[in-house]
């Protein structure tokens, strides 16, 4: 299984961008970042039930979303992006029943398939 990300770019503070990343039909999947020489870290998951849970740090700007247009779309839209969001953004995702909507679903080790990443870099 390989996942492909798209729609990252160099944003002025403020502006917005959506992520995008084609997977099959797994039952839960998420958004991971990782900026140079921190830790990679779960941006925002979606569950099997379509519960969706974000960290802190982007609540309230950041939504993921999955679409089926014949081939299913899982999205990460982005808006009043900050400097501290420049990082390369992932897609993860992982077959199988899961319901569970709390920190838990952004750790890294519940996902088995992951993307290449793409690079979102927010400048003036």
């Known amino acids: 299984v390989q996942l492909v990300e798209s729609g990252g770019g160099l944003v002025q503070p403020g502006g917005s961008l959506r992520l995008s990343c084609v997977v099959p039909?797994?039952?839960?999947v998420a958004w991971f970042r990782q900026a140079p020489g921190k830790e990679r870290e779960g941006v925002a998951s979606?569950?099997?039930?379509?519960?969706?849970?974000y960290a802190d740090s982007v609540k309230g700007r950041f939504t993921i979303s999955l679409e089926n247009k014949s081939t299913l779309y899982l999205y990460l839209q982005m808006n009043n992006l900050k400097p501290d969001d420049t990082a390369m953004y992932y897609c993860?995702?992982?077959?199988?029943?899961?319901?569970?909507?709390?920190?838990?679903?952004?750790?890294?080790?519940?996902?088995?398939?992951w993307g290449q990443g793409t690079q979102v870099t927010v400048s003036s």
């Open positions: 993860a995702g992982n077959y199988g029943y899961y319901s569970g909507s709390g920190p838990d679903s952004l750790s890294g080790l519940m996902y088995n398939y």
């Open positions: 039909n797994f039952g839960h």
């Open positions: 979606r569950n099997t039930l379509g519960t969706t849970y």
